[in-house]
Protein backbone atom coordinates (compact mmCIF):
# COMPACT_ATOMS: atom_id res chain seq x y z
CA UNK A 1 0.00 0.00 0.00
CA UNK A 2 2.69 2.42 0.81
CA UNK A 3 4.66 1.51 -2.31
CA UNK A 4 1.71 2.14 -4.36
CA UNK A 5 0.86 5.51 -2.61
CA UNK A 6 4.75 6.49 -3.21
CA UNK A 7 5.11 5.18 -6.78
CA UNK A 8 2.03 7.97 -7.73
CA UNK A 9 3.78 10.62 -5.57
CA UNK A 10 6.86 9.76 -7.23
CA UNK A 11 4.89 9.33 -10.72
CA UNK A 12 3.59 13.03 -10.11
CA UNK A 13 6.56 14.82 -9.32
CA UNK A 14 8.37 13.89 -12.53
CA UNK A 15 5.50 14.56 -14.48
CA UNK A 16 6.00 18.69 -12.70
CA UNK A 17 9.37 18.42 -13.57
CA UNK A 18 8.87 16.98 -16.84
CA UNK A 19 6.54 19.34 -17.28
CA UNK A 20 8.75 22.69 -15.73
CA UNK A 21 11.54 21.35 -18.27
CA UNK A 22 9.15 21.42 -21.49
CA UNK A 23 8.16 25.03 -21.25
CA UNK A 24 11.86 26.23 -20.45
CA UNK A 25 12.93 24.10 -23.21
CA UNK A 26 10.22 24.42 -25.60
CA UNK A 27 12.53 25.65 -29.13
CA UNK A 28 14.95 22.98 -28.62
CA UNK A 29 11.67 20.98 -28.23
CA UNK A 30 10.65 21.76 -31.45
CA UNK A 31 13.72 21.54 -33.18
CA UNK A 32 14.40 17.80 -32.05
CA UNK A 33 11.13 16.82 -33.75
CA UNK A 34 12.21 18.70 -36.39
CA UNK A 35 14.97 16.40 -36.68
CA UNK A 36 13.50 13.09 -35.07
CA UNK A 37 10.35 13.48 -37.53
CA UNK A 38 11.70 13.09 -41.02
CA UNK A 39 13.66 10.01 -40.08
CA UNK A 40 10.96 8.38 -38.21
CA UNK A 41 8.68 8.84 -41.63
CA UNK A 42 11.66 7.06 -43.10
CA UNK A 43 11.99 4.29 -41.40
CA UNK A 44 8.30 4.04 -41.35
CA UNK A 45 8.06 4.47 -44.92
CA UNK A 46 10.68 1.46 -45.48
CA UNK A 47 9.29 -0.97 -42.94
CA UNK A 48 6.15 -0.19 -45.12
CA UNK A 49 7.61 -1.16 -48.38
CA UNK A 50 9.41 -4.06 -46.50
CA UNK A 51 6.33 -5.26 -45.31
CA UNK A 52 3.99 -5.27 -49.06
CA UNK A 53 6.49 -6.18 -50.92
CA UNK A 54 6.78 -9.19 -48.82
CA UNK A 55 3.29 -9.59 -48.91
CA UNK A 56 3.08 -9.43 -51.98
CA UNK A 57 5.45 -12.43 -53.10
CA UNK A 58 4.21 -14.70 -50.80
CA UNK A 59 0.48 -13.86 -52.30
CA UNK A 60 2.52 -15.30 -55.86
CA UNK A 61 4.49 -17.86 -53.88
CA UNK A 62 0.83 -18.92 -52.89
CA UNK A 63 -0.65 -18.33 -55.95
CA UNK A 64 2.15 -20.58 -58.11
CA UNK A 65 1.26 -23.64 -55.48
CA UNK A 66 -1.91 -23.74 -56.11
CA UNK A 67 -1.70 -23.94 -59.81
CA UNK A 68 1.05 -27.00 -59.29
CA UNK A 69 -0.76 -28.82 -56.63
CA UNK A 70 -3.88 -29.48 -59.09
CA UNK A 71 -1.60 -30.75 -62.10
CA UNK A 72 0.55 -33.27 -59.66
CA UNK A 73 -2.96 -34.84 -58.81
Known amino acids: MVSNVLGIIIG ?8 VLLASWWSLFIKGLMAVVPILLILIGV ?3 IYFISEIKSKLEISKEEKAAPEQK
Open 12 to 19: VVVIIIGL
Open 47 to 49: GAL
